[in-house]
C-alpha cells in the first residue's frame, strides 16, 4: 500500500511510500459467493489506482474477477488512475488530475488516508483494494440492502457528443447526478517505475467523469463529451446519485452508449 501524508500547512503532496504484506484470503473466500437474492442493493465500487504503483495490479486483478463472478447483479466498478504517481518514474496515459482531486474530495469527507490502491463503497466505507475479504463483505452487505431510490440511465451518441437522460424513481432525493464514461478493457506495457517491464491488463477505465445538478422532476438530459478514441463496443455509461456532503451513493445505473442508426 502507497501512503500519501497530507499537510495541513499547505497543498503539496508529500508521498511517503511504505510496503505492506497482505496476508491473501483466496483460500477461503474464492468459494463465497457474491451473497445476494435482492435486485434492489447496488454497488459502486470506485478504485484509486496507477500504473505506477506496484501494489495495485493485484487490486485491479481482484476486481475484475469480482466483476465476471457478479454477473447480472448490479455491481459497478470504477478505476480512477491518479496523477500523483507520475513523477516517481512513470507517467500513467490513463491518469487525470480530477480523479486525483475525487480521491482527496473523499479524504475530506471520511477518509483517514490517501493512498494506492484504495476501495470506496458506496461512497462511505473505505478500503485497501486488494483485501478480497472486506470487498466481498463489503459486496454482501451492499447488495442485500434496499435502496429508496432507483435511477435509470439512457445513452444517445450524436455528432456533438452522448446525450444522457436520466430519470429517477422512488423517494425524492437530494444531490447530484456522477457520470462516468468508461472504457472497459485496455492493456498497457509499462516501461519504467516499479512496474518497469510489465504488461498491465486494465478493466473499468474511467476516462471522464461528469457532475450535474438533478433536475426539478428528478429528470432531465445533459451532454458530454465525445473521445476521438470512443468505442461503442468497448465502452460504457455508469451513473450513480451521490449526496455531496456526504458522500454516500444513493442509486446507480450503467447504459450502453447508442448510435442513431441503432434506433431507428
Not at 138 to 162: E, R
Request: glycine share 6%; proline share 4%; aromatic share 8%.
Amino acid at each position: 500500500m502507497k501512503m500519501i501524508k497530507i499537510s495541513a500547512m499547505c497543498a503539496a503532496i508529500v508521498l511517503t511510500l511504505t510496503s505492506a504484506v497482505y496476508v491473501s484470503r483466496q483460500n477461503s473466500t474464492n468459494s463465497k459467493a457474491l451473497n445476494s437474492d435482492s435486485s434492489e442493493g447496488f454497488a459502486v465500487l470506485e478504485l484509486f489506482t496507477s500504473e505506477g504503483c506496484s501494489s495495485c495490479p493485484p487490486a485491479e486483478e481482484l476486481l475484475e474477477r469480482v466483476q465476471r463472478e457478479a454477473g447480472d447483479k448490479p455491481v459497478y466498478i470504477l478505476a480512477y488512475h491518479v496523477d500523483y504517481w507520475n513523477r516517481l518514474g512513470w507517467k500513467d496515459i490513463f491518469s487525470k488530475p480530477d480523479f486525483s482531486k475525487r480521491q482527496y474530495w473523499y479524504h475530506n469527507k471520511f477518509t483517514s488516508q490517501v493512498y494506492t490502491p484504495q476501495l470506496i463503497v458506496n461512497g462511505s466505507q473505505e478500503f485497501v483494494g486488494s483485501d478480497e475479504g472486506a470487498i466481498r463483505n463489503s459486496l454482501s452487505t451492499a447488495l442485500n440492502q434496499k435502496a429508496s431510490t432507483a435511477l435509470n440511465l439512457k445513452a444517445l451518441q450524436k455528432p456533438q457528443g452522448i446525450n444522457i437522460h436520466y430519470q429517477l424513481a422512488g423517494q425524492p432525493t437530494q444531490g447530484q447526478l456522477v457520470v462516468a464514461l468508461v472504457q472497459k478493457h485496455a492493456v498497457n506495457k509499462v516501461r519504467a517505475g516499479e512496474n518497469e517491464g510489465r504488461t498491465l491488463s486494465h478493466a473499468q477505465l474511467v476516462r471522464q467523469l461528469h457532475a450535474f445538478s438533478l433536475g426539478p422532476q428528478g429528470q432531465g438530459d445533459e451532454t458530454i463529451a465525445l473521445p476521438k478514441e470512443f468505442d461503442s463496443q468497448n465502452w460504457e455509461l455508469i451513473g450513480f446519485i451521490q449526496n455531496a456532503d456526504t458522500g454516500e451513493i444513493l442509486a446507480a445505473a450503467k447504459a450502453s452508449v447508442s448510435s442513431p442508426s441503432a434506433i431507428l
